[in-house]
């Protein structure tokens, strides 16, 4: 889950509410049955999902998250601030997390059987025990980068439709910040980002 964010004016002290920079969206056929989902303000066809509970939301809108992914209904949205004139933008792309989408246990499997062959190697366990979690890790990457790939080729008619450089919505500049903010209240550019506590 990401570190949640308000937004701080030094000039007027506003004080924003918490707020992830980055968030997850699932596109529904048809609106949500669902009252409690917030639907995204530019693609209504878009829920928002909660950052916990990810899956059992999936599930109650008939999806699970292979299904999901593959059919490029999840979109992982990035706040971007605008360099010329402070204002929020986001970057939209589709979701393709293969460590996400094939989880933890193949991972886990994969690293348990290469550590076996390792210790077979050395003939000592000890070897293999302190190389798990380096193999693990590495397994790990190694396993969500190709699913990733497959993911994308999958989805490849599909990228190149939203892989248009993510433009300011005030001034359509393509260059983002993260300092000297525009603060909602004031409506200067002396607010920075600090860590919600």
């Known amino acids: 889950m990401s570190q949640l964010f308000r937004k701080k004016c030094e000039q007027c002290g506003f004080l924003s509410d918490p707020f992830h920079e980055n968030y997850l969206t699932l ?10 989902s ?4 530019h693609f209504p066809e878009e829920v928002l999902v909660p950052a916990r509970g990810v899956k059992s939301f999936l599930e109650a809108h008939g999806f699970s998250l292979r299904t999901a992914i593959t059919e490029g209904r999840l979109f992982r949205y990035n706040r971007l601030y605008c360099r010329e004139c402070g204002e929020e933008f986001e970057q939209r792309r ?19 059987f290469i550590t076996t062959i390792v210790g077979l190697i050395y003939s000592s366990w000890k070897v293999a025990l302190i190389a798990y979690i380096p193999i693990m890790m590495v397994t790990a990457f190694i396993m969500g980068m190709l699913m990733e790939l497959k993911i994308r080729k999958i ?3 599909r990228i ?13 500049s393509t260059e983002a910040t993260k300092i000297r903010l525009k603060c909602p209240q004031c409506g200067l550019r002396t607010a920075r980002l600090v860590i919600a506590h």
Not at 94 to 112: A, E, H, K, R
Not at 160 to 172: N, Q, Y
């Open 27 to 36: 596109r529904l056929d048809e609106p949500s049955k669902f009252s409690s």
């Open 38 to 41: 917030q639907v995204h303000p």
């Open 94 to 112: 589709f979701d393709t997390s293969g460590l996400q989408y094939i989880g933890t246990l193949w991972p886990i499997l994969g690293s348990v």
């Open 155 to 157: 989805l490849a008619h």
């Open 160 to 172: 190149g439709e939203i892989r248009k450089l993510p433009r300011c919505r005030a001034c359509a």
